[in-house]
């Protein structure tokens, strides 16, 4: 089993609440990593049909044959169980660690757990493994390699071959989640979608593009979007406003959670077809801004990110918030290190009070600071240490 940097804060919040909720996107982990973490819980799961059978019909009697300590593995299969568990944590309400709850769709289990366990759970993210928690792997493999083979557990765990993975995983969620969250009549078209949002990985959402291209409506390419973020396969990178310039772009960006499945959607199929490839630099990105936020959800943090953009093209790509201070992060794909590199962020310090400890992520091998305000620069695999900000 790979470590989990979430393991720490998985066990510090049961030691605090009744209840822990750890959302994620499906395969990433979660069953692994909390029977992992606590051995003498019980557990089971609602995917099984003969046990939400029965925790539906009399959740009384399921919970005397299943008495917490309990994992409840893919909670949103039967969201109405998070009640019954409200009810069970409220009777002993000074016990902490009763509970476990698993889910890999936020759309009506969210809404069920803030509506039943408001106070009473912590929730967490696990997301696919970070750079950290593969460490050794990422050393030994090209970037490249990486962008290719993205980052879910069973391709370290059991070395799956990373195309077939995404082609059975990304079939999987479209016959069977999609249909559960949304009433989509084409599916055709909502594969089109994804493809779509594949290639502007990275860029500003125009929404009526993507509907043209599609051929549905606007509202439906935000009804789909929603689909996507509820099931971890994408995030919205938003906006970041500060005193520097109110004109600003207010659209957001989008990236994938996996950067592994937007290779697959690009056709990408081994390391080879990326290096010429238009996109790599935005598969660079999105692998590196992805593992920022990979950072913030196994810290148990709230992903405070945005990204600085003006009317006139000034850009920086990553605005970290960490307290009163902000980071500025540029992401580059470049083996050789330039003042180009760093050109946005000395500006961006000097317009922002605010801003603190810059930082250039790049696939090159040269570490120094440079400059008037001492931009640090790094490669990819060194990660984004939140703890480092001061």
Same mark, same amino acid.
């Given at each position: 089993?790979?470590?989990?940097?979430?393991?720490?804060?998985?066990?510090?919040?049961?030691?605090?609440?009744?209840?822990?909720?750890?959302?994620?996107?499906?395969?990433?982990?979660?069953?692994?990593?909390?029977?992992?973490?606590?051995?003498?819980?019980?557990?089971?799961?609602?995917?099984?049909?003969?046990?939400?059978?029965?925790?539906?019909?009399?959740?009384?009697?399921?919970?005397?044959?299943?008495?917490?300590?309990?994992?409840?593995?893919?909670?949103?299969?039967?969201?109405?169980?998070?009640?019954?568990?409200?009810?069970?944590?409220?009777?002993?309400?000074?016990?902490?660690?009763?509970?476990?709850?698993?889910?890999?769709?936020?759309?009506?289990?969210?809404?069920?757990?803030?509506?039943?366990?408001?106070?009473?759970?912590?929730?967490?993210?696990?997301?696919?493994?970070?750079?950290?928690?593969?460490?050794?792997? #990422?050393?030994?493999?090209?970037?490249?390699?990486?962008?290719?083979?993205?980052?879910?557990?069973? &391709?370290?765990?059991?070395?799956?071959?990373?195309?077939?993975?995404?082609?059975?995983?990304?079939?999987? /969620?479209?016959?069977?989640?999609?249909?559960?969250?949304?009433?989509?009549?084409?599916?055709?078209?909502?594969?089109?979608?994804?493809?779509?949002?594949?290639?502007?990985?990275?860029?500003?959402?125009?929404?009526?593009?993507?509907?043209?291209?599609?051929?549905?409506?606007?509202?439906?390419?935000?009804?789909? &979007?929603?689909?996507?973020?509820?099931?971890?396969?994408?995030?919205?990178?938003?906006?970041?406003?500060?005193?520097?310039?109110?004109?600003? #772009?207010?659209?957001?960006?989008?990236?994938?959670?996996?950067?592994?499945?937007?290779?697959?959607? &690009?056709?990408?199929?081994?390391?080879?077809?990326?290096?010429?490839?238009?996109?790599?630099?935005?598969?660079?990105?999105?692998?590196?801004?992805?593992?920022?936020?990979?950072?913030?959800?196994?810290?148990?943090?709230?992903?405070?990110?945005?990204?600085?953009?003006?009317?006139?093209?000034?850009?920086?790509?990553?605005? #970290?918030?960490?307290?009163?201070? #902000?980071?500025?992060?540029?992401?580059?794909?470049?083996?050789?290190?330039?003042?180009?590199?760093?050109?946005?962020?000395?500006?961006?310090?000097?317009?922002?009070?605010?801003?603190?400890?810059?930082?250039?992520? /790049?696939?090159?091998?040269?570490?120094?600071?440079?400059?008037?305000?001492?931009?640090?620069?790094?490669?990819?695999?060194?990660?984004?240490?939140?703890?480092?900000?001061?």
């Amino acid at each position: 089993m790979i470590d989990r940097l979430l393991a720490k804060t998985l066990e510090s919040e049961l030691a605090e609440y009744p209840v822990v909720t750890v959302f994620g996107p499906r395969q990433s982990g979660k069953t692994t990593l909390v029977r992992a973490c606590c051995p003498n819980f019980g557990y089971v799961s609602m995917e099984d049909k003969e046990t939400r059978d029965a925790a539906a019909s009399d959740y009384k009697s399921f919970f005397v044959n299943h008495p917490p300590p309990l994992i409840i593995d893919e909670v949103q299969r039967l969201p109405e169980i998070v009640a019954a568990v409200q009810s069970i944590v409220d009777s002993k309400r000074h016990l902490c660690g009763q509970f476990i709850l698993t889910g890999s769709q936020q759309t009506q289990l969210a809404e069920a757990v803030d509506e039943s366990l408001a106070g009473r759970t912590s929730i967490l993210d696990l997301l696919p493994l970070s750079s950290a928690e593969v460490q050794n792997d #990422v050393r030994a493999l090209s970037t490249d390699e990486c962008l290719t083979r993205g980052f879910m557990p069973e &391709l370290y765990s059991q070395r799956k071959r990373a195309f077939n993975y995404y082609r059975n995983y990304f079939r999987t /969620y479209v016959e069977r989640d999609v249909r559960r969250l949304v009433n989509v009549k084409n599916l055709l078209q909502f594969e089109r979608f994804v493809t779509l949002l594949a290639g502007r990985v990275g860029q500003v959402v125009n929404f009526t593009s993507l509907a043209n291209e599609t051929g549905v409506s606007v509202p439906t390419i935000s009804a789909w &979007l929603s689909v996507l973020e509820a099931s971890f396969l994408v995030f919205r990178l938003p906006p970041h406003f500060s005193n520097v310039s109110k004109r600003v #772009v207010k659209s957001p960006k989008v990236y994938f959670t996996d950067v592994g499945l937007v290779s697959y959607l &690009l056709g990408i199929e081994n390391p080879s077809q990326i290096a010429a490839h238009p996109l790599r630099g935005s598969l660079f990105e999105n692998m590196v801004v992805a593992d920022i936020r990979k950072g913030f959800a196994n810290s148990g943090r709230e992903p405070r990110m945005a990204f600085y953009r003006t009317e006139k093209g000034f850009e920086v790509d990553v605005i #970290v918030s960490v307290g009163s201070k #902000v980071v500025p992060i540029e992401i580059k794909s470049s083996m050789t290190f330039g003042k180009n590199l760093v050109k946005n962020l000395e500006p961006y310090c000097e317009g922002d009070p605010a801003a603190t400890s810059p930082l250039l992520i /790049y696939d090159g091998e040269e570490m120094r600071d440079f400059g008037e305000h001492k931009v640090s620069v790094r490669n990819w695999r060194d990660g984004f240490c939140l703890d480092k900000i001061h």
